[in-house]
Nanobody, 124 residues
């Protein structure tokens, strides 16, 4: 079984930065880890994902160049560094792990395990 715990969400002004953390327990069973977000009234969307074996990453076009996903295998933690934040980045952010696929997919259907989320609010 895999458990994920997110942290690092906060309220910031536009242009600011945040780093989200996702601690993954049962990491042996997590092949890829993704960050997703969901704003009120909208679908949950993939933001970034990483193949934990190779470090290969994927990004949504809306965040590429501003967000960076990375991992610390010693700490079983996946990070999402978010720079140049915009009000439209406001959402609940979730990390998710796939026990079956190494591919860093941005589709939520690939992921078997989810954290509870951490809230990010960006004000203009």
């Amino acid at each position: 079984q895999v458990q994920l715990v997110e942290s690092g969400g906060a309220s910031v002004q536009a242009g600011g930065s945040l780093r989200l953390s996702c601690v993954v327990s049962g990491a042996t069973y997590s092949r890829s880890v993704g960050w997703f977000r969901q704003a009120p009234g909208l679908e949950r969307e993939g933001v970034a994902a990483i193949d934990t074996r190779t470090g290969t990453t994927s990004y949504a076009g809306s965040v590429e160049g501003r967000f960076t996903i990375s991992q610390d295998n010693a700490e079983n933690t996946v990070y999402l560094q978010m720079n140049s934040l915009k009000p439209e980045d406001t959402a609940m952010y979730y990390c998710a792990a796939s026990a079956t696929s190494w591919f860093p997919s941005l589709s939520k259907e690939y992921y078997n395990f989810w954290g509870q989320g951490t809230r990010v609010t960006v004000s203009s």
